[in-house]
């Protein structure tokens, strides 16, 4: 079945560096992806999104490509801060009704950015 | 316009009790899904409403079920508790779109806690 691999945390970052969450997957037909970041003590919110191959989702500095060549659509951020400190997830979703509509999670990564 | 609201927030029940969560979507979402966040398994699909239907369903047990209202309000109940259900259980809203382009608006999720 559709499944999402996440590189392992927790990822620890000083103030401005360079960020790169993994994320690959397998599905078949042509997935939506989605990362979601998780504050904490809050529920999920959409960070962005890409509908089909070579699109690339952007918010709050964030970047993601979907690559369908590599099933990836890894996470990047040219210079993180503190506030960015959170959990972030991958996610997918069929393009179809029924049981495509739900989505598939990764495991989450946690960053922790210290100033 | 409001969020999706979760209530309640913290809920504390004993072994063998059952529990109601509640789930108010956005105004104007007619679909509502639901997810339950453990630190050992991430998230996992419970099942999705739309129009007072269920239309799609996760590999839980039976003692986890939920309604839909006509006011799209959602509703989960778990009877019988286990220890293992301890867990944060996220409600997600949206629009429904047929072309897979969504994305869900979370929760800040109830965290229930069986002792």
């Known amino acids: 079945g559709d499944s999402v691999t996440q590189m392992e945390g927790p990822v620890t970052l000083s103030e401005e560096a360079f960020l790169t969450i993994n994320c690959t997957y397998t599905a078949t037909g042509y997935p939506s992806l989605f990362w979601y970041v998780q504050y904490p003590g809050e529920g999920l919110q959409l960070l962005l999104k890409a509908t089909k191959a070579d699109d690339k989702g952007s918010n709050k500095g964030f970047e993601a490509t979907y690559r369908k060549e590599t099933t990836s659509f890894h996470l990047e951020k040219g210079s993180v801060q503190v506030s960015d400190s959170a959990v972030y997830f991958c996610?997918?979703?069929?393009?179809?009704?029924?049981?495509?509509?739900?989505?598939?999670w990764g495991l989450g990564t946690s960053l922790a950015v210290n100033p | 316009k409001a969020g999706v609201t979760q209530t309640p927030r913290y809920l504390i029940k004993t072994r063998g009790q059952q529990v109601t969560l509640s789930c108010s979507p956005i105004s104007g979402h007619r679909s509502v899904s639901w997810y339950q966040q453990t630190p050992g398994q991430g998230l996992q699909f419970l099942f999705e409403?739309?129009?007072?239907?269920?239309?799609n369903k996760g590999n839980f047990p039976g003692r986890f079920s939920g309604r839909q209202f006509s006011n799209s309000r959602s509703e989960m109940n778990v009877s019988t508790l286990e220890l293992g259900d301890s867990a944060l259980y996220l409600c997600?809203?949206?629009?429904?779109?047929?072309?897979?382009?969504?994305?869900?608006?979370f929760g800040s999720g109830t965290r229930l806690t069986v002792v």
């Open positions: 997600a809203s949206s629009l429904d779109r047929l072309d897979g382009n969504y994305g869900y608006t």
């Open positions: 409403y739309f129009s007072e239907t269920q239309r």
């Open positions: 996610a997918l979703s069929g393009s179809g009704a029924g049981n495509n509509r739900k989505l598939i």
